[in-house]
Structures are given as structure tokens and as C-alpha cells.
């Protein structure tokens, strides 16, 4: 839209100067980030190393918005927007889109835009409209702009698309995690208890034995029998 806006200079919309530095600062902007996504310093890794989004930045394929599109693709070498050129990768297509933003910006004569004749003067009207309009159209620039918008938005709906699925499979793997463990837990929980109630319940016999013989057998077999008094001292039978 700025890049329209830079071309068209309506002072409905903007005073002079005013739009073309909206321009520049969108363009720094938007520049920085491809930057940052490209060396990896937004907290992701750099594109080149993500080996899954190779079918954006290096399988040169073509996107769009409709993928119909890609099958029939109407060049105009006037303003080069060829077949080549959407099958660039969608880093290359945008830098060839802040290129042509670039051009339309070094174009605008600012000096003039801000003279005392010009300010109020370049209006949109139903009268001019479509000499406004006919600068876009002749505006090579502009043009590619236009045709080149979709396939950039194709392109970056792809990447959204896989990113999501990744993030999308790495949240199912780890609820999945987290229910394997949780049985996991649960198992260690029951086989603890288990094996509480079944040390529980041996020592249980091994007391109610224990006191049978010592209130129930009499003294003197206990003294005689080598086995009772090892079962008293230690609660084990020899050769149990």
C-alpha cells in the first residue's frame, strides 16, 4: 500500500513526505526481520539449518495463494515477472519485492512533493481517478508488486503450515510422554503397595508363629530344639 501511496501522492491521504518515509521505515523493518529469521535470532534456529522447510528456501517450487495458479503462470518480461522468477525461493521473492519498493521510493521527488505549489494541489477526485490509476498501471514496479503479492503469501502460508505441523506433533509427543509416564507411576504405586502389604502380611505370620511357640510350646522343648531357638532369635526355621 505504501508503495502505491509513494507513487500516487495523494494528498488526501498523506502529506508530502509523509508517506515515503512510512515507505522506508517498512521496508527497514520489514528487512531486519527476514534478517533475524534468516541467522536464527528470533530463538529459532537459521532457515538454512531447518532441514524441513527445505521445500521453501531451496526446492525453488512454486506457491500461491491459489496453487491453481502455479499451473498457469502469465509472464510479462515488461515488467519481468516471469515463471523463473516464482520459483525463486520465498527469501529471494521478497528481497526482489523491498528491491522494487526501493525503486519506487528512490523515484519520488520529495523536494517537490514538499514545494508550496504541490501540497494541496494532487488530489484523487472521480474526475482524475483513473489517471491515478493509470500511473499503477504503468508503473513497472508497482506491477510486480501486485503479481508477485500472492505468491509471497502462498509461500509464507506454507512455512506457517509446517511449522504448525511440527509444533503441532511435538505437542502430541508430549502428551504423550507425559501419559506414559503418569502410567508408569501409577504401575510403581500399585506394585509398591503390593509388595507393602505382602511384607506386611509375611511378617504378620512370622510374629503369629512366634508367639504360638513362645506361649504354646513348652520352655524345656524350645531349649532342647536347636531349630525353635534359631527361629526365636532370627524368625527363620534352619534350612528355610
Request: overall charge negative; hydrophobic content about 40%.
Amino acid at each position: 500500500m505504501f508503495s502505491f501511496e509513494t507513487l500516487i501522492q495523494d494528498r488526501q491521504s498523506f502529506n508530502p513526505g509523509e508517506i515515503e518515509g512510512k515507505l522506508q521505515k517498512k521496508i527497514n523493518d520489514l528487512q531486519k526481520l527476514q534478517d533475524k529469521i534468516y541467522f536464527g535470532q528470533l530463538g529459532l534456529e537459521p532457515t538454512i539449518k531447518m532441514n524441513y522447510l527445505d521445500e521453501i528456501f531451496i526446492s525453488h517450487k512454486c506457491f500461491n495463494i491459489d496453487l491453481d495458479l502455479c499451473e498457469d503462470i502469465e509472464e510479462n518480461i515488461d515488467y519481468d515477472f516471469t515463471k523463473e522468477m516464482v520459483n525463486f525461493n520465498v527469501n529471494e521473492l521478497i528481497d526482489e519485492y523491498l528491491d522494487r519498493a526501493r525503486s519506487i521510493l528512490s523515484r519520488s521527488d520529495i523536494r517537490y512533493e514538499k514545494t508550496k505549489v504541490d501540497p494541496y494541489s494532487s488530489k484523487i477526485t472521480l474526475d482524475n481517478f483513473r489517471e491515478y490509476r493509470q500511473r499503477f498501471l504503468d508503473d513497472a514496479d508497482c506491477q510486480f508488486q501486485y503479481e508477485i503479492f500472492d505468491y509471497i503469501i502462498g509461500a509464507l502460508q506454507r512455512y506457517e503450515t509446517i511449522i504448525y505441523q511440527i509444533l503441532n506433533n511435538k505437542i502430541k509427543n508430549g502428551i504423550m510422554f507425559i501419559v506414559l509416564f503418569y502410567l508408569i507411576g501409577m504401575l510403581l504405586i500399585i506394585f509398591s503397595i503390593l509388595y507393602t502389604k505382602n511384607t506386611i502380611k509375611n511378617i504378620k505370620v512370622c510374629l503369629t508363629e512366634l508367639i504360638n511357640i513362645v506361649f504354646i510350646v513348652p520352655k524345656s522343648v524350645v531349649e532342647n530344639s536347636s531349630e525353635f531357638k534359631k527361629f526365636i532369635e532370627t524368625g527363620n526355621l534352619i534350612g528355610v
